[in-house]
């Protein structure tokens, strides 16, 4: 591939208008989920019922840009068929794909509805080649979206030995868990994110103003507390600031986003399909404001990736949405290997 070959810009939606939002700044496809625990995103207030998400596809398919459905959450043996009927779901409201985790579900997919597209969910940890190479041969999945662990020389080892095609994460925010298997809200909520689709799930937060400032708990454990005029975050164990040893400070991970957009060139060459911006938990504010940039420059290195240069512009837009006001390229760039 070279790096002139298209590639797919995948934005999240986390409701109809963040879906056209999307679709309107540029979006080649959104991804999205159904308002129940098969999605990995199952916050209060978000996602779509079925009319809702016909009529995204509707809009989507209108303008001749795809939907993906995550239903990227595990299921049990308890609750087995609420997942399957929510691929059968997805497969009569004429969804592109269905991006999934759990070999089950896809061995499901794969002899229900042989027509419906199969990606492989960040969920399911993929890190190698001889793993995505496993999931095609096995369950026929036609795109493998990488963990954000691997560095850029890895990602290009994956795609110089599959034929599958590979998405990778291009923009927001990051998980300190290896992708699929968050254990940190679990313990504290005692809800596995990754089968009941919710980190931080919204009935246990708490937001309360203090003299001492705001205070975000997460199950009755104080995850942070801000200063008048100081943007409060959305409380998540792995990204609280904690005493230690007398010092408060974010133990586990700070506040930052990925972006990678002067990788781009170097994705493009090393031949990936599709890049992903994270966030259906965010506003279509957000959703257009970030679609809108990678659009812009997704567009320049697909036309000419040699003279391809990140605009400051950009970089000002993306830093006003990205968690701290800041960014990285994460695991991709590590000099020490």
Not at 75 to 80: D, K, L, V
Request: hydrophobic share 40%.
């Amino acid at each position: 591939m070279t790096s002139n070959s298209r590639i797919e810009l995948v934005c999240p939606a986390g409701s109809l208008p963040a879906l056209k939002t999307a679709v309107d700044h540029g979006a080649d496809c959104v991804y999205l989920g159904f308002k129940d625990a098969t999605n990995a995103r199952n916050f209060t207030g978000l996602n779509f019922d079925a009319n809702a998400m016909r009529e995204g596809v509707r809009y989507a398919h209108d303008r001749r840009r795809k939907v993906l459905l995550a239903l990227n959450t595990y299921p049990q043996a308890s609750n087995w068929a609420a997942w399957t009927a929510a691929i059968d779901r997805a497969a009569d409201l004429g969804i592109d794909a269905v991006i999934l985790a759990d070999p089950g579900l896809m061995a499901y997919a794969q002899k229900t509805h042989p027509q419906l597209r199969l990606h492989l969910s960040v969920q399911g940890s993929a890190t190698s080649y001889e793993a995505v190479n496993f999931y095609a041969e096995r369950f026929g999945i036609q795109r493998a979206v990488l963990p954000r662990v691997l560095s850029l020389a890895q990602v290009e080892q994956v795609i110089a030995h599959t034929g599958v095609e590979i998405e990778v994460f291009g923009f927001g925010g990051l998980c300190v868990m290896v992708e699929g298997r968050c254990a940190l809200s679990a313990y504290a909520t005692g809800e596995s994110p990754n089968c009941n689709g919710a980190c931080s799930p919204g009935k246990h937060v708490r937001w309360e103003q203090t003299p001492k400032g705001m205070e975000t708990r997460l199950n009755g454990i104080l995850i942070d507390r801000f200063d008048d005029g100081e943007r409060a975050g959305y409380p998540t164990l792995c990204k609280g600031r904690f005493d230690v040893n007398g010092e408060t400070y974010y133990a586990i991970e700070e506040p930052t986003s990925l972006n990678t957009l002067e990788l781009l060139p170097d994705l493009a060459r090393a031949g990936i399909r599709a890049i992903k911006i994270e966030g259906r938990q965010r506003s279509p504010a957000y959703v257009a404001q970030v679609t809108r940039v990678w659009r812009e420059a997704l567009d320049r290195v697909m036309r000419d990736a040699d003279s391809f240069r990140v605009q400051p512009a950009w970089i000002a837009e993306l830093d006003k949405v990205s968690e701290g006001r800041s960014h990285t390229l994460g695991a991709y760039y590590r000099p020490w290997k």
